[in-house]
Structure formats: structure tokens, C-alpha cells
């Protein structure tokens, strides 16, 4: 998807696909070693006796990898993808060789009272494994502009 979207042209049930990445080992130990770290995503020995059984990807490394997805293939945003606040889930651990695949659907359009030219759009953005498991959810109202002119 190339041309840019407004507030107008989101609707409920929409659904985007923005592509995916994948993850090996090396990646998930370099992000967490600067980011995130802690022995179960950046010792592979000492996660095998962790919570997680194995080493794990930080579920921020997801969610920084996710955004990059949604802002590379996902839907393009007149003004950019503006957050306003939301809930991030990770249900299930990301580990060395995962392919993800990342997709986001319109929850709702609302257009702001006080300021005619902007909105509200909830977007629940999902991450996937190579499995159909679900690794990453982001639920986040963004603000959304409407179309100039």
C-alpha cells in the first residue's frame, strides 16, 4: 500500500498485512545484551533453566521489530503513526529461528469532538510465529488526521 490514509478512509474490521522477520540467536542475544539483559535472552545455556526452558527473545525486540514492520509494509499514515497510548501482550516466548509475520486490525474509528481535523484509531496489531501462534499484541489508539483540503 503505497498512497496515504486518513481518518476517513479507516474502517472497523479493516485489516492490513505488513510482511514479516525473522530472528536467530545472535540477533536476540545482541538487542538483549544492550536492551534487555537478562540470562534467558543472552546466555543460551543459563535460559535452559530459566522460565522459558531456552533462551527467548526480549519482548521488546519484538515490539521495536513489529513497529519497523507496521512503518515499512503497514498501512501509511498521513501525518505517521502517532501513539496515544495502549496494551501490549506477549503470550508466548519468540526463540531463535522464529518467522513472524505481522498483520493489525482497525478496532475502531473515532472522530475527535474538539479538534475537527483529527480522530482516533484503534489498531490491534498481532505478531505471529511460523505456527500461527500469537508471540506479540499491541492494542493501541493512534491519532489519525483527516484528509488536508
Not at 540467536?25 to 540470562?39: H, K, N, R, T, V
Not at 519484538?62 to 497510548?85: N, R, S
Request: proline share 6%; charged share 20%.
Amino acid at each position: 500500500m503505497s498512497h496515504l490514509l486518513y481518518l476517513e478512509d479507516f474502517l472497523v474490521g479493516q485489516r492490513f498485512d505488513a510482511g514479516g522477520f525473522s530472528l536467530d540467536a545472535e540477533q536476540i542475544i545482541g538487542f538483549a545484551s544492550q536492551y534487555d539483559p537478562q540470562p534467558f535472552h543472552t546466555d543460551e545455556e543459563a535460559a535452559k533453566g530459566s522460565f522459558f526452558g531456552g533462551l527467548a527473545a526480549s519482548g521488546w525486540q519484538v515490539a521495536c521489530l513489529t513497529m519497523k514492520q507496521m512503518i515499512v509494509a503497514g498501512p501509511k499514515v498521513g501525518g505517521g503513526q502517532i501513539g496515544a497510548g495502549g496494551e501490549i501482550k506477549w503470550p508466548r516466548p519468540t526463540r531463535p529461528g522464529d518467522v513472524l509475520t505481522v498483520s493489525c486490525e482497525v478496532l475502531d474509528v473515532k472522530p475527535s469532538r474538539s479538534k475537527p481535523d483529527r480522530g482516533f484509531v484503534t489498531l490491534r496489531t498481532e505478531t505471529k510465529n511460523q505456527n500461527g501462534e500469537t508471540v506479540y499484541v499491541f492494542t493501541c489508539q493512534t491519532l489519525v488526521f483527516r484528509r488536508p483540503g
